[in-house]
């Protein structure tokens, strides 16, 4: 799983970001101060996504001035409120690979993030999950056991993606509600323990329940 740090000071809308790059399944590693992304820098990231103006002393510019001082190749895009071609230029100049103007729809984030991975880590692995026998192809939303396809519907390819990304950790209802419904539904969590029965008849997979609070895939 390719790690996505995502520098932003605009607390909802990192949120947002986070949520949309994790069900890409990226794992996303977020800051809202410019100081902690830049002692952050020398852990494992594939992709840096900078916000230039943040509130601290520290931007996005200074920012990616000491990403390049450590590696000159890992991927960088720059978001900005600032639709201007100086700072598009002064961004590229600075070793930028993008460039994305506030408001943006986090749909065309997630394409640009899923493009720019191909280009530069190629796209043979980094879409495939592999759970027991069972292989899951994220690219093509295609499940198959022994070369025999698993017929799922959105949702429950999405919970099983999503329990898979998680596996070991012990999730409540409402934080799976969120996640795999996100905005499309608003009622009881309950909801979630029926599709966890449907993905448990079409698949042999450990899902644990937790009384009174939720479930946890384990091995």
């Keep these: 799983m390719h790690t996505i740090c995502l520098v932003e000071d605009e607390l909802d809308l990192s949120k947002l970001i986070k949520m949309y ?4 399944n990226y794992n996303v590693v977020t800051f809202d101060k410019g100081e902690d992304a830049i002692n952050y820098i020398g852990n494992k990231v594939d992709i840096w996504i900078l916000d230039i103006m ?27 409120a600032r639709d201007q071609d100086l700072d598009k230029i002064l961004g590229l100049e600075l070793g930028s690979d993008d460039y994305i103007t506030k408001p943006y729809s986090p749909k065309e984030l997630v394409l640009r993030v899923n493009n720019i991975i191909k280009r530069v880590y190629g ?15 994220l690219d093509k939303r295609k499940v198959t056991q022994e070369d025999k396809d698993i017929k799922l519907t959105t949702l429950e390819f999405d919970l099983l ?11 409540s209802r409402e934080e ?30 450990n899902v ?11 091995e």
Excluded: C
């Design 21 to 24: 790059l994790e069900k890409a």
């Design 54 to 80: 943040l509130k601290d002393d520290v931007n996005g510019y200074d920012i990616i001035k000491e990403i390049r001082k450590q590696d000159e190749l890992v991927p960088v895009i720059f978001t900005s």
């Design 123 to 137: 796209s043979n692995e980094q879409n495939i999950i592999k759970y027991d026998n069972y292989v899951i192809n």
């Design 161 to 171: 993606v999503y329990l898979l990304n998680n596996k070991g950790k012990q999730l």
């Design 176 to 205: 799976i509600l969120e996640k795999v419904w996100q905005e499309n539904y608003f009622g009881s969590d309950r909801v979630v323990d029926d599709l966890i029965r449907r993905l448990r008849k079409k698949m042999h997979i």
């Design 208 to 218: 644990q329940s937790i009384y009174g609070y939720g479930y946890r895939l384990d």
